[in-house]
C-alpha cells in the first residue's frame, strides 16, 4: 500500500506538522489502520478512499496514536494536497472530504513541483461555556498573573471542543503540563485545551497528559481564529497568521481567518503551505 510523507504549514520539508497520507485505503479496517498509525509513530495519519459520488469527493478517517478523531485539521489539509498531486489536474482544485460526522471542503493550490497551498474551511464556530476554574494557570505550570486579564477563558468548537486559555508575556514559553488534563477538561465541557498568546498571535498544544506537544493544530488554530474575532481581535475576514511549534524545533504558520460577529462566526478557514517529503510502500499490511 502506498503512502505520502508530507509536512504541513510550512513551505519546505522537515518543518511543519509531519503527515502520513494513504491515499487508497480502501481495503483496510479502522483495526488496521490504527496499527498502521502507531507503527509510522506520526501525530496523525489520514486514509482516504474515493466516494462514489463524484472524483472530488473523498472519505477520509484520521487516526492519530490513541484513537480515531472525528476531526482534525491538519491531516486533511495535507490529504487535499496529496489528493490534487495525484488527480489535480488544474492550478487551483476544491475537493470535498467526508468525514463521520460532516464534510468539509478544502482549496489546494499547486505553487511548484511539491509544493502546495491549502484552506480548509471548517464552517460555523459554536460558543459553549465561559467557565471559572480556580486554579487553571497551574495546569500548565503557570501563574494567575501569567493569564490574559482582557480576556476570558472559553469552550467552543470548529470540530473537536477545545478550552481556550489567553496567556501573556512568556507565559507560552514556560508553560508545561505535569498532570493528565483529560478529567478536568472534561468537567468544563472540553476535550483539549490551547493556550493562546493574542498579542503574539502564537499557541501551544499538548495532549492531554502533556507528554507530546503538538507541532500545529489545525483544529486548534480554527477555534483560535474565531475566539479572536468574537473578542475583536481581529477584524471580519481578516486573514492572520498563527504561530505554533516554536518550542518543538518546527516552526509553523497557520493562515486563519473568521466571518461574522459576536458569537454568531459563521465560517472560519485555517490554511498552509505544504511540502511533500517522501513517498513508500508498506510491505506488508498488520492483520
Same mark, same amino acid.
Given at each position: ?64 496514536? #490513541?484513537?480515531?478523531?472525528? *476531526? &482534525?485539521?491538519?491531516?486533511?489539509? +495535507? !490529504?487535499?494536497?496529496?489528493? %490534487?498531486?495525484?488527480?489535480? =489536474? ?96 472534561? #468537567?468544563?465541557?472540553?476535550? *483539549? &485545551?490551547?493556550?493562546?498568546?493574542? +498579542? !503574539?498571535?502564537?499557541?501551544? %498544544?499538548?495532549?492531554?497528559? =502533556? ?77
Amino acid at each position: 500500500m502506498r503512502y505520502r510523507h508530507v509536512d504541513v504549514f510550512s513551505p519546505q520539508p522537515y518543518s511543519g506538522n509531519s503527515l502520513m497520507v494513504f491515499p487508497d485505503s480502501t481495503d483496510l479496517s479502522g483495526k488496521q489502520m490504527a496499527r498502521i498509525t502507531q507503527e509510522m509513530r506520526h501525530f496523525e495519519s489520514v486514509f482516504l478512499t474515493q466516494d462514489s459520488s463524484g472524483d472530488r469527493n473523498w472519505r477520509a478517517r484520521v487516526f492519530d496514536l #490513541a484513537e480515531e478523531l472525528d *476531526f &482534525a485539521g491538519h491531516p486533511l489539509i +495535507g !490529504a487535499a494536497c496529496v489528493l %490534487h498531486a495525484l488527480h489535480g =489536474g488544474d492550478t487551483t482544485e476544491i475537493w470535498h472530504l467526508k468525514l463521520k460526522a460532516r464534510t468539509v471542503d478544502v482549496t489546494t493550490r499547486r505553487r511548484a513541483a511539491g509544493r502546495y497551498t491549502s484552506v480548509l474551511d471548517q464552517g460555523s464556530a459554536e460558543f459553549l461555556e465561559r467557565p471559572h476554574i480556580p486554579g487553571l494557570a497551574s495546569w500548565f505550570s503557570l501563574d494567575a498573573e501569567d493569564l490574559d486579564p482582557d480576556l476570558p477563558p472559553q469552550v467552543l468548537s470548529t470540530g473537536l471542543r477545545y478550552l481556550m486559555i489567553p496567556v501573556r508575556g512568556d507565559a507560552l514559553e514556560r508553560a508545561r503540563i505535569t498532570r493528565d488534563l483529560t478529567a478536568p477538561l472534561a #468537567a468544563a465541557g472540553a476535550q *483539549f &485545551a490551547y493556550l493562546l498568546d493574542a +498579542g !503574539a498571535l502564537e499557541g501551544r %498544544h499538548w495532549n492531554n497528559d =502533556g507528554v507530546l506537544e503538538d507541532v500545529a493544530t489545525g483544529s486548534g488554530a480554527g477555534c483560535a481564529a474565531a475566539y479572536l474575532r468574537r473578542y475583536d481581535r481581529i477584524g471580519n475576514g481578516e486573514t492572520v497568521t498563527l504561530h505554533q511549534g516554536r518550542f518543538t524545533g518546527r516552526p509553523s504558520q497557520m493562515e486563519i481567518s473568521a466571518h461574522g460577529e459576536g458569537q454568531d462566526i459563521h465560517s472560519v478557514t485555517v490554511g498552509g503551505d505544504v511540502a511533500f517529503v517522501a513517498e513508500g510502500v508498506l510491505a506488508e499490511l498488520p492483520t
